[in-house]
């Protein structure tokens, strides 16, 4: 029932989408982006199960197997598993970007509610 | 809505007009994406589905042409090394951002020195020197005075003889804390360089790296700001992670030079398992670890330790709920924002 991962990963970014979309406080936002962001790698690594499957590593393999056994055997998707190990790192930057960002407007407007930040409207 | 002040109070707090329609747009929107992404899961390939092409053919070149068997670190530095040196660059921005926004504007006196060329024009604009209350006076003072190494915290919570009452405030953790994270540092340490140079050769750049930055957070738990910045210095880790982007590069550069495309392997490959396996990716690897441990502790530590640096408390209660700070509009409507003083000194 893998469907269910997805389904939840979708869910999960929705909830996240929410937070952004109603929360006025700019941390709240923040975690609602990082939700949104979470969501994607749940998405990434389940696409990437595969039932009965090994690792891709391509060692110590079985009794009478070689390593060209393994190449062709059943195993998680390494393409997936890679974009979800490098969105991580990526991840974390953009995050500390926001809340660098989040502590500034705090400091120059000293609130973190969106709508006291109004320099910019029209 | 006739009443004068009914309506001036509305143009005050355009939020009470919003406390409705916010949730209800926000739940619809999010409701219709939720149905748009189930729509699109449900035809996502199963459990059962055979893995694609791109994974397929990476399992296939993973031991004859790179010479590793861990096939997920042959993706990120081989198969698609150029995709993860964008990725890199990417972090790399992100890290220039951060100290960007979390550096102190001034003074810059090494390079233009506005704060000493404008400070006459400043002391007629706002002779009180940015309007601060006693409180805001006292925040700065202490902040300046942790930065001299004169800080009224106790180094660590334990200085007072045994049995007395903890201080309130202390740099660092007790003494049990503290050589937990002596001990668990070394460990964690060389597992994550273990993490990049061994495990199943080469391992991870990236997972190492943010395992090295969680060495550094633990001590700076333990031990505060004071102990680890010492260690921690932007003069020092600033430069080892240009240093590492510059070998990402440069390994880039020599592929093309001497293999015909970016991030080629031009060396001889090693023994599957051995620590020199996988030809360029271990370098790769070696330079990912550098740039990404750099780059977060970078980041974090920009945070942690941005500078006071408060816009003045305009209505002086002091709770900073931003009651009295507002738009600039309303900032100029009250007269008594700074902008005013300079339309009034014109």
Known sequence: MILANYIAAGLLFSIGLLAVLTRRNLIKIILGLSLMEASTYLLMVSMAYRRHSTAPVLTSPPDGKSAADLVHGNVADPVLQNFCLTAIVIGVAVTAVFLSAA?????HYRSVDADDMTALKG | ???????EH???EPRAENDLHRPAIGFALAGAVLAVLVIGVVDLPRAAAALPDIARHAMEIALPKWGQ???VSEIVYGSRGWDTFGETFLLLAAVVSVVTLTRSPEPRTEYVGESMAGREEQQEVDPKGGGESGEEEQAREAEANEEDGKSDLAPNSDD?????????RAAGM???VRVGARIAAVPLGVAAFYLCLWGYTPGGGFPAGAAVMGVVLVMYTAFGRGAVSRAVRPTVVEPIELLGAMAIIAIGLFGLLFKDSMFANFLT????????AGGTNQLFSGSELIEVATGLTIAVFSLLGMKHDWAPDEDGDGDGDGAGRGSDDERRRKGTGRESDQEREA
């Open chain 2, 269 to 276: 490959l090693a023994v599957p398992g051995t620590i020199r």
């Open chain 2, 69 to 71: 068997n861990e096939v």
């Open chain 2, 160 to 168: 007072l003889p045994l049995g007395a009452r903890a201080p309130e």
């Open chain 2, 10 to 12: 509305a143009k005050q």
């Open chain 2, 174 to 176: 007790s003494v049990v």
């Open chain 1, 103 to 107: 502590v500034r407007v705090a400091q």
């Open chain 2, 1 to 7: 809505m006739n009443d004068p002040a009914a309506v």
